[in-house]
């Protein structure tokens, strides 16, 4: 085969699609089609949306699942069922998408950002105990791209300094902590059903717990502050109408039979592609320690160090995308850079406290080279074809690093 890149007008490595997301079949079908007949499309009158939180719950080690609208208001109600209040701080990563953060806004506190490890992408442990000051009350691990952030030295801050822990899980569906699965070792987990998403239903999110005074907590405020047992219009807390539908549920039971299954071929790609692209000069995949027992692998992150692999990160991508590998550079700004925070554009969510904060001087250097020159990923879908498909994806990095003279050459790179 031609040496010569594709984007120069050489033959592409890859031609084929990948897998296509989402995947589904008969099953689908069948409980769509019983739903719709069975007229029962509320999660107040149908089994579905009972059954999957049942079944979710129990598949991620916890006894509570409280399904909802989506993986952003799942983080909110969960704040507020922890009695997060106005002024409470909460420690958030930087680099994870909006809701993490904005959930904390509209629950009445105040994000504060603490760095990343530069290798595993996840919160490090010592930047969020930096972090922690008298109003500190809570912490938001992001299990980035489905591998599990460093939980035993989380947990341990958390416990000593009486901190609340919500597991942010909206990549980590089925991921492991050795045989701890994601959303079961914090106080609360969440996660998120969004298309994107390992497991989706189009829009949706749950959360999980084994605390039953928070579970009862969760459960009110997504049912408009209603209390089990009592009267339909009886209301005790602030809250709203949150619930899952049936449809939506009965779409999740259908893909929750194949979760596990999917996640064990991403796991297996995932780590088999890190293992031979770690190889290429400036290709770091990310770093995942041995206590990840399994990695979602919903996103496959790496760093392309421009200096050691011989090109700039925009024209390796570009380079990449005309060779067939569907691939981005990721968020392209820590969260306290967007205009959001720059200029504290709350809403009506701005108590007296915030007023102060000046986001301009948050500084995570980790995160903000992440961002602006090392940081980029691969999707999910592509993690759940062959051997063959890795390999492809490996030669045409390989195929690129080949040509990088070309590339650093190019004018546009620059
Ligand atoms: C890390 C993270 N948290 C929360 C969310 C919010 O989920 P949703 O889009 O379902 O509101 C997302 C996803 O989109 C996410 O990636």
Request: hydrophobic share 40%.
């Amino acid at each position: 085969m031609s040496d010569l890149l594709a984007i120069h007008g050489g033959p592409k490595t890859r031609t084929k699609p990948f897998t296509s997301w989402p995947v589904f079949g008969e099953e689908e079908e069948r409980r769509l089609l019983r739903t719709l007949r069975s007229g029962k499309w509320g999660k107040l009158h149908g089994p579905e949306t009972a059954e999957f939180e049942r079944r979710f719950a129990e598949l991620h080690g916890c006894r509570h699942g409280i399904a909802v609208v989506n993986g952003t208001v799942s983080l909110r109600i969960a704040l507020m069922a922890a009695g997060i209040q106005g002024g409470d701080e909460v420690i958030v990563p930087p680099y994870t998408f909006l809701a993490t953060a904005t959930a904390v806004v509209e629950a009445n506190a105040v994000p504060v950002f603490a760095d990343l490890e530069l290798d595993t992408f996840n919160l490090d442990p010592r930047a969020v105990e930096a972090a922690i000051t008298p109003r500190t009350r809570a912490i938001i691990p992001v299990h980035m791209a489905g591998q599990i952030a460093d939980m035993d030295a989380l947990m341990e801050i958390a416990r000593r300094h009486g901190l609340i822990v919500l597991e942010d899980a909206a990549h980590a569906h089925a991921g492991l902590w050795r045989d701890r699965p994601a959303g079961s070792m914090g106080d609360m987990g969440s996660f998120s059903f969004q298309s994107s998403k390992n497991l989706t239903c189009g829009e949706g999110g749950i959360i999980v717990t084994n605390d039953d005074r928070l579970a009862a907590a969760c459960r009110s405020i997504h049912n408009c502050g209603r209390l089990e047992g009592g009267l339909w219009y009886e209301h005790h807390v602030m809250s709203a109408n949150y619930r899952l539908g049936e449809f939506q549920a009965a779409v999740l039971n259908a893909q929750l039979d194949r979760l596990v299954e999917q996640t064990e071929t991403r796991n297996r790609n995932g780590r088999a592609l890190a293992a031979r692209l770690a190889r290429i000069p400036g290709v770091y995949p990310q770093r995942t320690p041995a206590a990840v027992g399994r990695h979602s692998y919903h996103l496959f992150l790496f760093r392309l160090r421009a200096s050691e692999f011989g090109a700039p990160r925009a024209a390796v991508l570009k380079a990449l995308e005309a060779e067939g590998i569907p691939v981005s550079g990721g968020y392209a700004l820590p969260l306290y850079r967007q205009p959001l925070f720059l200029n504290r554009a709350f809403g009506p969510y701005l108590p007296e406290e915030r007023k102060q904060l000046d986001y301009g001087n948050v500084s995570c250097p980790n995160c903000e080279r992440i961002c602006g020159e090392e940081g980029a990923w691969l999707e999910q879908s592509l993690f759940l074809g062959s051997e063959a498909d890795m390999d492809d994806i490996a030669r045409a990095f390989e195929k690129v690093h080949a040509g990088r003279a070309a590339l650093a050459a190019e004018p546009a790179a620059r």
